[in-house]
């Protein structure tokens, strides 16, 4: 479910903007981005490809979409999905006292992107029994809101690096290895969309303490 939404007021130009703000990236195009080497990060793991010249133009783009996907729904959009929900759910509350609920759940959630809030309120509707408590909607749609906002901190970082070939990757490589030493091949193994966001510095420090390194490795990268 699709709510109205402002157009911002960018340089962003229409072919730059998605076909479809529910995933404002394709599929193989989120793979590509979570899978591209930002450099000494713990976003680094085997067969990681550095960024090349060639795709900086591509990276700007896809950040516009996900920009462009963020932009919060109007209030009065947000006023009348609301007061569609409500007409599925009996409740005792006069004109006034919905009006009074529907300013304040509009506050509420005032920083959700239309299609998200859309795709909240479908699955609530679907699914539960009463009148929501503003909590629960923010509880189905916070998780959307917060990938869609790492996914643009992760595009911001990849336009800014500089474009690497694959000597410059393998130099990156040999001297993180060294950094590492014996914890290099544990930390580059642990799977990385599971991988906790600390420096490699952090993760040497608690391989070194860690008596059980298996355990710790799994640890780390579950956290």
Not at 73 to 86: G, K, N, S, V
Not at 103 to 131: C, H, N, T
Request: with cysteine; charged share 30%; proline share 8%.
């Amino acid at each position: 479910m699709n709510l109205p939404i402002s157009r911002p007021s960018s340089t962003v130009e229409k072919s730059a903007l998605p076909q479809t703000l529910t995933q404002p990236l394709p599929e193989p195009v989120r793979q590509w981005v979570a899978t591209r080497f930002i450099g000494e990060t713990a976003d680094l793991f085997h067969g990681a490809p550095a960024v090349t010249a060639s795709d900086r133009a591509k990276i700007g783009r896809w950040r516009q979409n996900v920009e462009w996907a963020l932009t919060p729904a109007e209030r009065p959009a947000i006023i009348i999905t609301l007061t569609r929900l409500a007409a599925h759910f009996w409740g005792d509350r006069g004109p006034s006292e919905w009006k009074i609920v529907f300013e304040d759940y509009a506050d509420d959630l005032s920083e959700f992107p239309p299609d998200i809030m859309g795709d909240g309120i479908v699955q609530y509707r679907r699914q539960a029994k009463w009148w929501p408590k503003v909590s629960e909607l923010i509880e189905l749609m916070r998780p959307k809101l917060l990938e869609r906002r790492m996914q643009l901190a992760r595009l911001k970082v990849l336009e800014k690096i500089k474009p690497a070939d694959e000597t410059d990757r393998e130099a990156d490589r040999r001297k993180l290895h060294e950094k590492l030493g014996a914890a290099h091949d544990d930390y580059v193994n642990i799977p990385w969309q599971r991988r906790y966001s600390g420096t490699p510095e952090e993760f040497l420090k608690g391989w070194n303490l860690a008596f059980d390194k298996a355990a710790f490795c799994e640890s780390w990268g579950q956290n």
